[in-house]
Protein backbone atom coordinates (compact mmCIF):
# COMPACT_ATOMS: atom_id res chain seq x y z
CA UNK A 1 0.00 0.00 0.00
CA UNK A 2 1.53 3.08 -0.31
CA UNK A 3 2.22 5.95 2.30
CA UNK A 4 0.12 8.89 2.57
CA UNK A 5 0.75 11.78 4.08
CA UNK A 6 -2.07 12.44 6.68
CA UNK A 7 -2.97 15.68 8.29
CA UNK A 8 -2.26 16.00 12.04
CA UNK A 9 -3.73 18.52 14.66
CA UNK A 10 -1.04 19.67 17.29
CA UNK A 11 -2.07 21.22 20.66
CA UNK A 12 -0.63 24.69 20.79
CA UNK A 13 -0.66 24.54 24.63
CA UNK A 14 1.13 21.95 27.20
CA UNK A 15 0.31 20.82 30.44
CA UNK A 16 2.25 19.67 33.15
CA UNK A 17 0.84 17.85 36.15
CA UNK A 18 2.30 16.52 39.44
CA UNK A 19 -0.11 13.55 40.25
CA UNK A 20 0.16 12.42 43.73
CA UNK A 21 1.89 9.42 44.08
CA UNK A 22 1.09 5.16 45.10
CA UNK A 23 1.31 2.87 47.64
CA UNK A 24 4.16 0.45 46.85
CA UNK A 25 3.17 -3.08 45.63
CA UNK A 26 4.20 -4.97 48.82
CA UNK A 27 2.76 -2.92 51.01
CA UNK A 28 -0.65 -3.24 48.92
CA UNK A 29 -0.05 -6.69 49.17
CA UNK A 30 -0.18 -6.64 52.68
CA UNK A 31 -3.18 -4.85 53.10
CA UNK A 32 -6.70 -7.38 52.99
CA UNK A 33 -8.77 -7.11 50.04
CA UNK A 34 -11.66 -4.49 50.26
CA UNK A 35 -15.25 -5.16 49.90
CA UNK A 36 -16.60 -4.94 46.30
CA UNK A 37 -18.59 -1.67 46.49
CA UNK A 38 -21.64 -1.17 44.76
CA UNK A 39 -21.23 0.29 41.52
CA UNK A 40 -23.21 3.38 41.57
CA UNK A 41 -25.33 4.54 38.61
CA UNK A 42 -23.36 6.47 36.04
CA UNK A 43 -24.25 10.10 36.16
CA UNK A 44 -25.71 11.77 33.06
CA UNK A 45 -23.40 13.68 31.03
CA UNK A 46 -24.06 17.59 31.32
CA UNK A 47 -25.91 19.41 28.12
CA UNK A 48 -22.26 20.82 26.86
CA UNK A 49 -23.78 24.47 27.58
CA UNK A 50 -23.73 23.46 31.47
CA UNK A 51 -21.37 26.82 33.25
CA UNK A 52 -18.52 24.60 34.79
CA UNK A 53 -16.78 27.69 36.20
CA UNK A 54 -16.47 31.54 35.65
CA UNK A 55 -13.65 34.06 35.37
CA UNK A 56 -14.16 37.45 35.38
CA UNK A 57 -17.64 36.81 34.20
CA UNK A 58 -16.87 35.13 31.24
CA UNK A 59 -18.12 31.37 31.25
CA UNK A 60 -16.59 28.16 30.46
CA UNK A 61 -19.01 25.17 29.92
CA UNK A 62 -19.03 21.69 29.92
CA UNK A 63 -18.26 21.64 26.09
CA UNK A 64 -15.06 23.66 26.50
CA UNK A 65 -13.96 21.33 28.76
CA UNK A 66 -14.43 18.24 26.05
CA UNK A 67 -13.02 20.19 23.10
CA UNK A 68 -9.52 20.74 25.92
CA UNK A 69 -10.05 17.53 26.83
CA UNK A 70 -9.45 16.04 22.81
CA UNK A 71 -6.47 17.83 22.73
CA UNK A 72 -3.39 15.48 22.05
CA UNK A 73 -1.09 18.27 24.04
CA UNK A 74 -3.70 17.81 26.85
CA UNK A 75 -3.10 13.85 27.25
CA UNK A 76 -3.60 12.64 30.77
CA UNK A 77 -2.61 9.04 30.77
CA UNK A 78 -3.40 6.93 33.80
CA UNK A 79 -5.77 9.69 35.20
CA UNK A 80 -9.14 8.96 36.29
CA UNK A 81 -12.11 10.83 34.40
CA UNK A 82 -12.78 12.63 37.78
CA UNK A 83 -9.60 13.83 38.24
CA UNK A 84 -9.13 14.68 34.76
CA UNK A 85 -11.86 16.33 34.76
CA UNK A 86 -10.96 18.51 38.13
CA UNK A 87 -7.58 19.22 36.17
CA UNK A 88 -8.95 20.30 32.96
CA UNK A 89 -11.29 23.08 35.02
CA UNK A 90 -8.20 24.58 36.90
CA UNK A 91 -6.41 24.60 33.33
CA UNK A 92 -9.04 26.26 31.36
CA UNK A 93 -9.71 28.47 34.30
CA UNK A 94 -5.58 29.26 33.99
CA UNK A 95 -6.49 29.77 29.97
CA UNK A 96 -9.17 32.13 30.09
CA UNK A 97 -7.16 34.45 32.67
CA UNK A 98 -4.24 34.33 30.29
CA UNK A 99 -6.11 35.26 27.22
CA UNK A 100 -8.16 38.12 28.76
CA UNK A 101 -5.02 39.21 30.21
CA UNK A 102 -3.84 39.14 25.71
CA UNK A 103 -6.86 41.10 25.10
CA UNK A 104 -5.94 44.12 27.50
CA UNK A 105 -2.76 44.30 25.94
CA UNK A 106 -3.96 44.39 23.01
CA UNK A 107 -2.58 41.29 21.51
CA UNK A 108 -5.00 40.14 18.94
CA UNK A 109 -4.81 43.81 16.74
CA UNK A 110 -0.81 43.08 16.40
CA UNK A 111 -1.03 41.35 12.40
CA UNK A 112 1.60 38.70 13.53
CA UNK A 113 -1.14 37.28 15.42
CA UNK A 114 -3.80 38.26 12.95
CA UNK A 115 -2.16 36.25 10.46
CA UNK A 116 -1.45 32.99 12.96
CA UNK A 117 -5.01 33.17 13.91
CA UNK A 118 -6.35 33.06 10.20
CA UNK A 119 -3.34 30.12 9.34
CA UNK A 120 -4.77 28.13 12.57
CA UNK A 121 -8.75 28.77 11.89
CA UNK A 122 -8.03 27.57 8.25
CA UNK A 123 -5.93 24.40 9.27
CA UNK A 124 -9.02 23.60 11.76
CA UNK A 125 -11.62 23.61 9.47
CA UNK A 126 -9.26 21.65 7.18
CA UNK A 127 -8.64 18.99 9.75
CA UNK A 128 -12.46 18.77 10.59
CA UNK A 129 -13.57 18.93 7.01
CA UNK A 130 -11.24 15.95 6.34
CA UNK A 131 -12.30 14.32 9.12
CA UNK A 132 -15.56 14.35 8.79
CA UNK A 133 -15.50 13.00 5.31
CA UNK A 134 -13.27 9.89 5.65
CA UNK A 135 -15.84 9.04 8.24
CA UNK A 136 -18.20 8.88 5.41
CA UNK A 137 -15.93 6.90 3.18
CA UNK A 138 -14.15 4.68 5.65
CA UNK A 139 -17.14 2.06 5.72
CA UNK A 140 -16.89 -1.72 7.22
CA UNK A 141 -17.76 -2.35 3.37
CA UNK A 142 -14.81 -0.42 2.26
CA UNK A 143 -12.59 -2.02 4.70
CA UNK A 144 -13.83 -5.15 3.78
CA UNK A 145 -13.23 -4.38 -0.52
CA UNK A 146 -9.31 -3.15 0.64
CA UNK A 147 -8.61 -6.36 2.87
CA UNK A 148 -9.96 -8.75 -0.06
CA UNK A 149 -8.05 -6.98 -2.85
CA UNK A 150 -4.75 -6.68 -0.86
CA UNK A 151 -4.90 -10.23 0.31
CA UNK A 152 -6.10 -11.18 -3.37
CA UNK A 153 -2.77 -10.07 -4.49
CA UNK A 154 -0.50 -11.49 -1.97
CA UNK A 155 2.19 -13.83 -3.46
CA UNK A 156 2.37 -16.57 -0.96
CA UNK A 157 5.81 -16.69 0.76
CA UNK A 158 7.91 -19.49 2.18
CA UNK A 159 9.19 -18.72 5.52
CA UNK A 160 11.54 -20.81 7.73
CA UNK A 161 11.77 -21.10 11.50
CA UNK A 162 15.46 -21.43 12.36
CA UNK A 163 18.24 -21.53 15.13
CA UNK A 164 21.66 -20.23 14.58
CA UNK A 165 25.15 -19.91 16.34
CA UNK A 166 27.39 -17.40 15.76
CA UNK A 167 31.40 -17.75 16.15
CA UNK A 168 34.20 -15.21 14.98
CA UNK A 169 36.26 -18.09 12.74
CA UNK A 170 35.73 -21.32 10.56
CA UNK A 171 37.46 -23.42 12.75
CA UNK A 172 35.26 -22.96 16.06
CA UNK A 173 32.23 -23.14 13.58
CA UNK A 174 33.43 -26.42 12.44
CA UNK A 175 33.71 -27.72 15.69
CA UNK A 176 30.51 -26.12 17.00
CA UNK A 177 28.53 -28.37 13.83
CA UNK A 178 30.40 -31.61 14.50
CA UNK A 179 29.09 -31.83 18.21
CA UNK A 180 25.55 -30.63 17.31
CA UNK A 181 25.47 -33.48 14.17
CA UNK A 182 26.63 -35.74 16.84
CA UNK A 183 23.15 -35.22 19.02
CA UNK A 184 24.00 -32.34 21.25
CA UNK A 185 20.98 -30.19 22.67
CA UNK A 186 21.41 -27.09 19.91
CA UNK A 187 19.69 -24.41 22.70
CA UNK A 188 22.25 -25.68 25.24
CA UNK A 189 24.85 -25.63 22.56
CA UNK A 190 24.24 -21.97 21.37
CA UNK A 191 23.58 -20.36 25.42
CA UNK A 192 27.36 -21.45 25.79
CA UNK A 193 28.91 -20.59 22.49
CA UNK A 194 27.50 -18.33 20.75
CA UNK A 195 28.03 -14.35 19.84
CA UNK A 196 24.81 -13.01 19.15
CA UNK A 197 23.54 -11.47 22.25
CA UNK A 198 19.85 -11.01 20.41
CA UNK A 199 19.08 -14.85 20.27
CA UNK A 200 21.70 -16.71 22.34
CA UNK A 201 19.47 -16.22 25.74
CA UNK A 202 16.83 -17.90 23.50
CA UNK A 203 18.87 -20.76 22.56
CA UNK A 204 19.78 -19.63 18.80
CA UNK A 205 15.98 -19.08 18.12
CA UNK A 206 15.36 -16.66 15.43
CA UNK A 207 11.55 -17.58 14.97
CA UNK A 208 9.96 -17.23 11.48
CA UNK A 209 11.36 -15.12 8.96
CA UNK A 210 11.20 -14.90 4.96
CA UNK A 211 14.14 -14.85 2.48
CA UNK A 212 14.51 -11.25 2.29
CA UNK A 213 14.54 -10.46 5.92
CA UNK A 214 18.27 -12.43 6.15
CA UNK A 215 21.65 -11.71 4.81
CA UNK A 216 21.95 -13.69 1.29
CA UNK A 217 24.16 -16.75 2.69
CA UNK A 218 22.59 -17.19 5.44
CA UNK A 219 19.29 -17.03 3.92
CA UNK A 220 19.99 -18.94 0.63
CA UNK A 221 21.81 -21.96 2.70
CA UNK A 222 18.66 -21.98 5.50
CA UNK A 223 15.96 -22.08 2.87
CA UNK A 224 17.61 -24.97 1.04
CA UNK A 225 17.58 -27.31 3.87
CA UNK A 226 15.12 -29.76 5.29
CA UNK A 227 13.74 -29.25 8.61
CA UNK A 228 15.60 -30.92 11.31
CA UNK A 229 18.99 -30.62 9.61
CA UNK A 230 22.42 -28.85 10.84
CA UNK A 231 23.93 -26.82 8.26
CA UNK A 232 27.80 -26.41 7.68
CA UNK A 233 29.54 -23.04 8.80
CA UNK A 234 28.11 -20.64 6.81
CA UNK A 235 30.04 -17.21 6.62
CA UNK A 236 28.45 -13.45 6.39
CA UNK A 237 29.42 -10.25 7.24
CA UNK A 238 28.82 -11.07 11.11
CA UNK A 239 30.86 -14.18 11.50
CA UNK A 240 30.46 -18.04 11.37
CA UNK A 241 27.07 -19.35 11.32
CA UNK A 242 25.77 -23.20 12.02
CA UNK A 243 21.97 -23.07 11.01
CA UNK A 244 19.37 -25.56 12.40
CA UNK A 245 16.05 -25.22 10.32
CA UNK A 246 13.42 -26.18 12.71
CA UNK A 247 9.75 -25.90 10.05
CA UNK A 248 9.47 -24.37 6.64
CA UNK A 249 5.64 -23.33 6.13
CA UNK A 250 3.92 -21.24 3.39
CA UNK A 251 3.76 -17.66 5.53
CA UNK A 252 -0.31 -17.50 6.86
CA UNK A 253 -2.26 -14.82 5.40
CA UNK A 254 -3.39 -12.20 8.24
CA UNK A 255 -6.84 -11.97 9.05
CA UNK A 256 -8.78 -9.19 8.16
CA UNK A 257 -9.18 -8.25 12.63
CA UNK A 258 -4.81 -8.66 12.69
CA UNK A 259 -5.07 -6.07 9.19
CA UNK A 260 -8.36 -4.03 10.47
CA UNK A 261 -6.35 -1.01 11.88
CA UNK A 262 -3.65 -0.26 8.90
CA UNK A 263 -6.90 -0.49 6.61
CA UNK A 264 -8.68 2.00 7.90
CA UNK A 265 -5.66 4.38 8.69
CA UNK A 266 -4.81 3.71 4.71
CA UNK A 267 -8.82 4.34 3.70
CA UNK A 268 -9.06 7.56 5.48
CA UNK A 269 -5.41 8.94 4.21
CA UNK A 270 -6.61 8.19 1.21
CA UNK A 271 -9.41 9.64 1.46
CA UNK A 272 -8.37 12.44 2.79
CA UNK A 273 -5.45 12.80 -0.08
CA UNK A 274 -7.94 12.49 -2.80
CA UNK A 275 -10.11 15.32 -1.79
CA UNK A 276 -7.26 17.62 -1.59
CA UNK A 277 -6.22 16.21 -4.88
CA UNK A 278 -9.58 16.92 -6.38
CA UNK A 279 -9.68 20.43 -4.72
CA UNK A 280 -6.99 21.15 -6.02
CA UNK A 281 -8.17 20.21 -9.50
CA UNK A 282 -11.44 22.50 -9.37
CA UNK A 283 -9.79 25.23 -7.32
CA UNK A 284 -8.14 28.58 -9.52
CA UNK A 285 -4.71 28.84 -8.14
CA UNK A 286 -2.58 31.91 -8.89
CA UNK A 287 0.77 31.81 -7.68
CA UNK A 288 3.10 35.33 -7.90
CA UNK A 289 6.67 35.82 -8.67
CA UNK A 290 7.06 36.23 -5.16
CA UNK A 291 6.08 32.25 -4.71
CA UNK A 292 9.36 30.32 -4.01
CA UNK A 293 9.53 27.77 -6.93
CA UNK A 294 8.39 23.73 -5.82
CA UNK A 295 11.06 21.24 -5.70
CA UNK A 296 11.56 19.38 -8.93
CA UNK A 297 9.97 16.07 -8.98
CA UNK A 298 12.11 12.98 -9.55
CA UNK A 299 11.10 11.56 -13.16
CA UNK A 300 9.12 8.43 -13.16
CA UNK A 301 10.64 5.49 -14.68
CA UNK A 302 9.56 5.58 -17.51
CA UNK A 303 10.28 8.89 -18.37
CA UNK A 304 14.18 7.97 -17.82
CA UNK A 305 14.40 5.95 -20.05
CA UNK A 306 12.86 8.09 -22.81
Known sequence: MPTLSPFWRNGALALGLLLPGVLPGAALAQAPAPAAPTAAPAAPAPSPDTVVAKVNGATITAGDLAVAADDPALSLPGVDDAQKKGLLVDYMVDLKIGAQAAEKAKIAENPDFVRKL???????LLDEYLEREAKKA?????????YDETVKAMKPEEEVHARHILVDNEAEAKKIAARLKGGEDF??????????PGSKAEGGDLGWFTKERMVAPFADAAFKMEAGKISDPVKTQFGWHVIKVEEKRTKPVPSFDEMKEQVEAYLTRKTQQDIITKLRESAKIEKTAAAPAAPATAPKADEKKN
Open 118 to 124: SYFRDKL
Open 187 to 196: AKVAAETSKD
Open 138 to 146: VTPQAERAL
